[in-house]
């Protein structure tokens, strides 16, 4: 089975929306996790699930500790794993401390062998990526004053729904309503819901 590609525009603060280049983007097909491939691979061969899950935990330890300890590491065949650090940025080394530098990600590179394996073709995606329903933002209010007519207060998701909007969009518009004191917020994280304030009708 091919992969199946889109486009996107290209994000660009200095060009205009509209004129903004495409450029073609895997579409998902959903995350394959540790445990699909455990199995897929005890079912193909002698190794038992255990088996191969304490493997993967021994090389995980393995590669964490050399990271630590300022090593590249070379996973097979797969690429090289190696630690990257964080600071503010200075002009003058001397302007910052050793204990204002850490470890913040882990950077992999694959090797040539395993990109020439992922290499194949590609073909259209039939839906393409998920996009925001393009309903203007007065409908957009004018839907938000009525929900909260009939209930006293919305989430994200019911957000989401009542838009068209997708996760992101949606969580940033909320934001903006809060920010312009249409709305305000009770409760933090996956628990924050938002409610009508005094200023939301005229």
């Known amino acids: 089975m091919y992969a199946k590609y889109d486009f996107r525009k290209k994000p660009s603060s200095k060009e205009d929306e509209d004129e903004q ?19 897929e ?16 935990l021994a090389i995980e330890n ?20 190696s630690a990257k650090l964080k600071a503010r940025p200075v002009m003058d080394a001397k302007e910052i401390h050793a204990q204002s530098i850490y470890f913040d990600n882990v950077n992999f590179r694959p090797s040539s062998s395993f990109r020439k394996k992922v290499r194949g073709f590609v073909e259209k995606a039939k839906s393409g990526f998920a996009h925001s329903a393009e309903v203007p933002v007065e409908e957009r209010r ?16 019911e957000y989401t ?5 997708l996760k992101n969009k949606a969580l940033n518009e909320l934001n903006g309503w809060v920010k312009e004191g249409v709305l305000d917020t009770i ?5 924050k819901i938002y409610v009508r304030v005094n200023t939301m009708k005229d």
């Open 187 to 191: 409760g933090s994280g996956s628990h």
């Open 161 to 165: 729904q009542l838009t068209g909007l």
């Open 41 to 56: 691979i005890a079912q193909a061969s002698s190794f038992t699930p255990a088996d191969i899950e304490g493997v993967q």
């Open 62 to 81: 393995k590669i964490s500790e050399y990271l630590v300890s300022g090593h590249h590491v070379q996973l097979g065949n797969l690429g090289y794993f």
């Open 21 to 39: 280049p495409l450029y073609p983007r895997i579409v998902s097909n959903g995350t394959i996790d540790f445990q699909q491939i455990v199995k």
């Open 142 to 157: 004018r839907r938000l004053e009525r929900f909260l007519d009939e209930r006293p207060m919305i989430r994200r998701k």
